[in-house]
């Protein structure tokens, strides 16, 4: 196996098939892991096997959503073709449709009828993208949905373009089937030429074996007698029991999906989502195949309109487009510069044609776009706010809105600003770079989530978080300089999961009093303050997250907050680890607190820290510092290779050590002061450089419970300089 094809370091092999592998690689550059597909030339299937997959790479490495693979690099190195990509850890929707089922569940340990489900709307959406690009996939199928995880939340990925038809390309001769035969619509199979539709049938059979439990809906003992079932039969009897509690409607979806016509069929990939999700909620209504008309015709999609200044456009403007508009109607823009400011009042879709830079909504006076109704759809647009009267590129004062692949802009005030309540619209795959304020900013009561979003703006913080507003960021990257990352006001709620927050020069998290925050799997990088900051009475919570490089301190909790923190690493600061005070509450479970340049833990004015299984080490102060009135319990955690003292105890300070490693540090393992309290059960003290205990002159000695083993020197300060005591058994 190579070491390396490209710039990309292997590390292990995937899979393979009769062209080619798979490998897990790493982009050292980035640091993040890739997987690296290839195929090698000297076969008989040279030129059909390099069309493919230049094809696949042509294809996916044209599409930037959050629910389909990305392709990150293409090329060839000494006759190798590969191609790197997003690296998905997780299942395949096959795998999950396919394993031993209980009635109403997926498979055993797995995902449930209803995950699957919303699953399927999640590749819907992917699949909408591409069509909206021109791209028609051709083998649709559960082992090219990749699932992996968000934090607790499954996600969809489609994958494997090999096959997919972009454009008017000729990589393929029309009449040739390319796919996978029970998932192949009648038309195609008839005539060889496939259509968005096609796609949707294919999704169709998905929804039917989800439903089924695995079961197709057209079936035969060989190749032919399938492809005849699929031209000629109905679908196999789905009886309604099967749905285990789920909305019985979703058997008229899967049947219009199924639809032998493809003018029968939902208009869009993205119908069929919001068709699922309806259902899913409870909100959906029957859903009847298409009335006909006068003639025998059927009834047409979802109208569309076109707006452009070119001879394809049907409207010079989107405020015409607009106001001939209904809801449901389908807005494509063409590329060009729209200088409007304009209220959105209608459930439209507003779809930008071609890349988000090229179709520009720009406003000098108030919001390029204000949605006030629930279930407006914008992508693959540029909103543009060049006012200079602080108003936001995008208002959202309305409920679930859905944003994706949008790029918002404003000159001097946020990006964008949620006024609405409940729980807020969506934003997947989108660009925030604000002014003012923030980024984006949430009022009071209003609610956000975010995924996979950049937020570079200049404004005093990336995610403004109003009192009994509450956000959700998911895969998000904030690198705005000048503020805050995110600040929750009072009572404000904000989860992050898989987030970085990169050099802010304000700090990364400040949570404020009673607001809470919860943070998952996050990194919060290089600030010129306080990673996380939580005031009076705050909240805040963190999982397997990274504190590090940060000016004054990794975190900082004072005047009663209560923090906890769980398998997070703070190390590398250039000021203290962490520091509780004010009556606050610090709680660390398996934490690593490691070279640090001030104390790694600091307690003060009546603070209390309790550690548990964390390492404290190799900082250029001291390990831990109970300060006056500091309180600190800590068991089963080590102390080792500090330059200063591993545990110091300040006059007023206490410290209880349960099952505790104090060792090779560079001075002595613990410095006790007049009027404090060290009690030691069942530790070890040794190899410290400068001795195991130091007293001051007028420090009590230390409590000693249980087999403890202090091998180093007990020492006490006297008024001639330090005086070594006998050593303690």
């Not at 009093?513 to 010129?528: K, T, W």
Request: aromatic share 4%; proline share 5%.
């Amino acid at each position: 196996m190579r070491e390396r094809i490209g710039k990309f370091e292997i590390l292990r092999l995937l899979g393979q098939g009769a062209m080619g592998k798979v490998f897990l690689g790493r982009d050292p550059g980035l640091g993040r892991e890739v997987a690296v597909k290839t195929i090698r030339l000297g076969s008989a299937f040279d030129a059909e096997a390099t069309a493919r997959f230049e094809r696949e790479a042509r294809a996916a490495g044209s599409l930037n959503h959050p629910n389909v693979v990305t392709v990150f690099e293409f090329g060839e190195d000494q006759g190798l073709y590969y191609m790197a990509m997003e690296w998905v850890d997780g299942a395949d929707l096959e795998t999950l449709i396919r394993g031993p089922r209980e009635p109403g569940q997926g498979p055993q340990g797995s995902l449930g009828q209803a995950e699957q489900l919303e699953l399927l709307a999640q590749a819907c959406d992917g699949l909408a993208y591409a069509h909206e690009r021109g791209i028609v996939h051709r083998d649709i199928k559960p082992a090219n949905i990749l699932v992996s995880r968000v934090g607790k939340r499954p996600v969809a990925k489609l994958m494997d373009f090999g096959v997919a038809l972009v454009g008017h390309s000729d990589l393929t001769q029309e009449g040739n089937w390319m796919g996978t035969v029970n998932y192949m619509a009648p038309e195609y199979l008839d005539s060889g030429r496939a259509a968005p539709a096609s796609d949707i049938f294919a999704m169709g059979v998905i929804l039917y074996e989800i439903l089924s439990g695995g079961r197709r809906p057209f079936t035969g003992e060989t190749p032919t007698s399938v492809l005849t079932a699929i031209l000629r039969r109905p679908p196999a009897e789905l009886a309604p029991e099967a749905l285990a509690g789920l909305d019985p409607a979703l058997l008229e979806v899967a049947h219009r999906a199924l639809a032998k016509l493809p003018q029968d069929r939902y208009a869009t990939a993205d119908a069929l989502g919001q068709a699922i999700r309806a259902c899913l909620r409870g909100a959906a209504v029957p859903v009847p195949a298409p009335a006909a008309r006068a003639g025998g015709e059927p009834a047409p999609g979802p109208a569309t309109l076109v707006v452009g200044r070119s001879g394809k456009g049907q409207c010079m403007s989107l405020r015409v487009a607009l106001r001939q508009a209904e809801a449901g109607t389908v807005i494509q823009v063409l590329p060009g510069v729209y200088r409007e400011s304009l209220v959105v009042d209608k459930a439209v879709r507003i779809v930008g044609q071609g890349d988000p830079s090229e179709v520009i909504i720009e406003s000098a006076q108030g919001p390029c776009l204000s949605l006030q109704v629930a279930g407006v759809q914008l992508a693959n647009l540029l909103l543009q706010g060049v006012a200079g009267d602080g108003s936001p590129a995008l208002l959202v004062a309305a409920s679930e809105a859905r944003v994706e692949g949008c790029e918002l802009l404003a000159r001097q005030g946020p990006a964008l600003v949620l006024a609405g309540t409940g729980p807020g619209p969506v934003f997947r795959g989108c660009t925030f770079r604000g002014a003012g304020p923030a980024d984006v900013q949430l009022l009071a009561q209003s609610g956000v989530q975010l995924e996979d979003c950049l937020l570079e703006g200049t404004g005093l913080a990336g995610v403004e978080v109003a009192t009994g507003a509450r956000a959700v960021l998911a895969c998000c990257r904030l690198q705005n300089r000048q503020g805050l990352g995110v600040t929750l006001a009072p009572g404000g709620q904000a989860v992050l999961e898989d987030c970085q927050l990169v050099g802010q020069s304000a700090g990364g998290v400040q949570v404020e009093a009673d607001a809470r925050v919860e943070l998952q799997r996050c990194r919060i990088l290089d600030s010129g303050s306080v990673g996380v900051l939580v005031l009076e009475h705050g909240q805040a919570a963190l999982t397997d997250c990274e504190l590090r490089g940060h000016a004054l301190a990794g975190l900082h909790a004072v005047a009663g907050a209560a923090v906890q923190l769980q398998d997070c690493q703070v190390s590398g600061n250039a000021g203290l680890g962490v520091a509780v005070a004010g009556a606050g509450l610090l709680t660390l479970d398996r934490c690593e607190l490691k070279g640090n340049h001030e104390p790694a833990v600091l307690v003060q004015q009546g603070a209390t820290v309790q550690m548990k299984g964390c390492q404290v080490a190799d900082g250029q102060s001291f390990g831990v510092v109970c300060a006056r009135a500091g309180r600190g319990v800590l068991e089963g955690c080590g102390i080792h290779g500090n330059a200063r003292t591993g545990a110091k105890v300040e006059p007023g300070g206490s410290l209880l050590l349960v099952r505790c490693e104090l060792h090779d540090g560079r001075d002595t393992g613990i410095l006790l002061f007049e009027d404090a309290q060290v009690t030691l059960e069942e530790c070890v003290v040794h190899r410290n450089a400068r001795g195991g205990i130091l007293l001051a002159k007028d420090a009590s000695d230390p409590i000693l419970r249980g087999g403890n083993k202090i091998q180093d020197a007990l020492l006490r300060a006297s008024a001639g300089g330090v005086v070594k005591v006998a050593p303690v058994r």
